[in-house]
Nanobody, 119 residues
Framework: QVQLVESGGGLVQGGGSLRLSCAAS????????MGWYRQAPGKQRELVAT???????NYADSVKGRFTISRDNARKTVFLQMNSLKPEDTAVYYC?????????????WGQGTQVTVSS
């Protein structure tokens, strides 16, 4: 059984910063790509940022220059540093992991953490 547990969400004023963390645990042989997605009320879930096992990163245009994704392989943890937050960043943020559990690769999702940015 593999679990992804997020932390770090909350309420922040526009222009402020938050740091999200997501730790993978369980029967893990290897953690491949990890990332963050978000879903605002009434909207589809969208990609925010991803990072490969080789530390290659990809960002949505809307967060480039403001958000930074990173990972700690030893702790099986991915981070999302969010700066210059805007009200339109308000959403539930979900951690994603492509994880090899020994018999193959599978996609896993965290339970989500709420980020609210006030104007």
């Amino acid at each position: 059984q593999v679990q992804l547990v997020e932390s770090g969400g909350g309420l922040v004023q526009g222009g402020g910063s938050l740091r999200l963390s997501c730790a993978a645990s369980g029967s893990i042989f290897r953690v491949n790509a990890m990332g963050w997605y978000r879903q605002a009320p009434g909207k589809q879930r969208e990609l925010v940022a991803t990072i490969t096992s080789g530390d290659s990163t990809n960002y949505a245009d809307s967060v480039k220059g403001r958000f930074t994704i990173s990972r700690d392989n030893a702790r099986k943890t991915v981070f999302l540093q969010m700066n210059s937050l805007k009200p339109e960043d308000t959403a539930v943020y979900y951690c994603y992991g492509n994880i090899n559990y020994g018999l193959g690769n599978s996609a896993y999702w965290g339970q989500g953490t709420q980020v609210t940015v006030s104007s």
